[in-house]
């Protein structure tokens, strides 16, 4: 199994961000519905709110969106920092920002359920601030992985490829599969995350985390095997 891992990195990447695009679509529906219209990794969602709460629309936000602008750039900027050293792709480096975020996930749940449910502000804010933080580090190490199409964040720009690339565009042919499956597994997490919401917000939370410490035990894994299977040089004579 582990060869297989090692042989097949790539699609093992691929599949590992869009689940990671499901678990964001998770913490979307926790933070839009849970958190009083807050989007923790669709930054697009939160300044369109902002923008139109500042206008005076009404019953809409905008301190909540407002700090998880700011925590989802303060996570891009950490994940960033850390892996601007080291060449792209997964490194040991990335297994232990996943594990950072996993632990923040399952921490946030955990203060879920201890208090019952989503707790009042300005309480909720701090878990708001947290919530984003952490997609603006998986954003960030996402990126650094490189996957083609899947930011696990945002799909506007997947969707875009899809419809332009299309063949109605008169496009020739596209990774339709993984553009494809990114649009459905943000739609189909922000439908679990919802579903969630009826048990309890912790749930939701919880869910994403798990996602994310297995995410980042199979790619630390493969990326482990890659380096020990390759053949060590043989000393020049």
């Keep these: 199994m582990l060869t297989r891992l090692r042989s097949d990195r790539d699609k093992l990447h691929l599949a590992l961000m869009l689940a990671l695009t499901f678990s964001t679509g998770v913490v979307d529906a926790v933070g839009y519905l849970g958190l009083d219209k807050v989007f923790a990794g669709n930054m697009t969602g939160n300044v369109v709110i902002l923008g139109m709460a500042l206008a005076g629309a009404d019953d809409l936000p905008w301190i909540g969106p407002l700090i998880a ?12 920092r850390v892996l601007r050293p080291v060449k792209a792709g997964w ?5 232990w920002l996943f594990l950072v ?6 921490g946030l749940a955990v203060t879920l359920f201890l208090t019952d449910g989503a707790p009042p502000q300005p309480w909720e804010y701090f ?33 875009t490829g899809f419809a332009a690339d299309s063949r109605l565009a008169g496009g020739k042919g596209q990774p339709w599969f993984r553009r494809a499956a990114a649009i459905v597994l943000i739609a189909a997490g922000a439908a679990i995350g919802a579903l969630l919401l009826l048990l ?21 894994i493969a ?3 890659k380096h020990a299977a390759e053949p060590k040089a043989s000393p020049a004579p």
């Design 69 to 80: 602008l700011f925590a989802f750039m303060f996570g891009a900027v950490i994940g960033g």
């Design 91 to 95: 490194t040991t480096r990335t297994t």
């Design 101 to 106: 975020i996993g632990i923040v996930l399952a």
């Design 127 to 159: 878990i708001t601030f947290f919530l984003a933080a952490a997609m603006g580090i998986q954003a960030a190490t996402a990126r650094h992985i490189a996957v083609k199409d899947v930011t696990t964040v945002v799909v506007t720009s997947t969707i």
């Design 200 to 220: 309890h917000i912790g749930w939701g939370v919880a869910a994403a985390a798990l996602i994310t410490l297995v995410a980042a035990l199979l790619g630390h």
């Design 223 to 225: 990326a482990h095997v």
